[in-house]
């Protein structure tokens, strides 16, 4: 018997309604039923406060074939946490450019390093996409770190792709602007982030 159809036979048994069940486990109702379709595994977590609340054991619930599924599914949770966590940090690690003097700026006949914000003779038009695209990467990270357990597919599968282009796309302006230091810093972030994926 499947994991599925154990938990809808204990479940029933105990008198349960999903509703119920999901307030004892402190899940939603959406996720007991997709248990419940044969749609995914609950956590490790999750799944010893189901054998406790029904007084069986974890082997009790699932096959071998769903241990196995289980820990694949647990693995791959663990990777998408780590890159969640690795890409958020970056991102919002890039504000260090508001303080730190990675920047040039050219007063007569000097060059002087200055931080983003001691920015000044650099056009107003310019400075202002270095401040977007920044501010635009920090969120991107806050909410990536903040939306680790959201299972929305769109966010997913897109969270990673637009961290890699509001990179490439702040690089190429700091380029452009002729500003290496500040281009390299993201670079070497950038580096980072196609490692991780790749190794994933």
Do not use: C
């Not at 096959?63 to 890159?83: T, V």
């Amino acid at each position: 018997m499947e994991f599925s159809e154990k938990l809808q036979e204990l479940r029933r048994a105990n008198g349960l309604t999903q509703e119920q069940l999901a307030a004892s486990l402190f899940v939603s109702r959406t996720a007991v039923s997709k248990w419940e379709q044969g749609k995914g595994y609950p956590g490790i977590d999750t799944l010893k406060k189901i054998a406790a609340l029904f007084s069986v054991t974890v082997d009790e619930l699932l096959s071998s074939e769903g241990l196995l599924s289980l820990a694949e599914e647990d693995g791959n949770q663990k990777r998408r946490h780590l890159i969640d966590l690795t890409f958020g940090l970056l991102d919002v690690s890039t504000a260090i450019l508001l303080f730190l003097p990675f920047f040039a700026e050219k007063t007569e006949s000097v060059i002087k390093e200055v931080s983003l914000l001691g920015l000044t003779t650099t056009s107003p038009y310019v400075t202002a996409i270095y401040f977007v695209l920044l501010a635009a990467l920090v969120l991107l990270g806050i909410f990536t770190l903040a939306l680790q357990n959201l299972e929305n597919t769109f966010w997913v599968k897109f969270k990673s792709l637009a961290s890699i282009i509001l990179s490439l796309v702040f690089i190429l302006a700091l380029v452009l602007g002729l500003q290496p230091y500040a281009a390299v810093f993201l670079i070497l972030f950038l580096i980072i982030k196609v490692f991780i994926l790749l190794k994933k």
